[in-house]
């Protein structure tokens, strides 16, 4: 499955906090199956494409990294999947 995943930083996060984060970050491998991963240039956090079927190893990700990022994971499908289902719809 494709997961799209936009993760914003707690507020008002500590420059320590942030320094913990990254060493975090910098210690654990990409995870399984990222194909992008682009960070918010107002700071805040970021965007990443996921493309797995061990969600499981998506959650521990987020665990990880859930004392200082609120995370949105959202399954999605490329247009050109999606094209079938609408025509169905359609009729």
């Known amino acids: 499955m494709l997961y799209v ?3 914003r930083l707690r507020p008002h996060m500590a420059k320590g906090e942030v320094k913990k984060l990254m ?8 995870p399984q199956g990222e194909l992008a991963h682009y960070v918010r240039v107002d700071g805040g956090g970021g965007t990443t494409v996921i493309e ?4 499981a190893a998506s959650y521990a990700d987020v665990l990880a990294f859930s004392e200082f990022i609120q995370f949105d994971v959202v399954p ?3 247009v050109e999947d999606a094209l079938a289902p609408i ?3 359609l009729g």
């Open 23 to 30: 060493d975090i970050f910098g210690t654990r491998p990409r």
């Open 5 to 7: 995943t936009n993760y």
């Open 52 to 55: 797995t079927d061990d969600i």
């Open 76 to 78: 999605v499908l490329k």
């Open 87 to 89: 025509a169905e719809y």
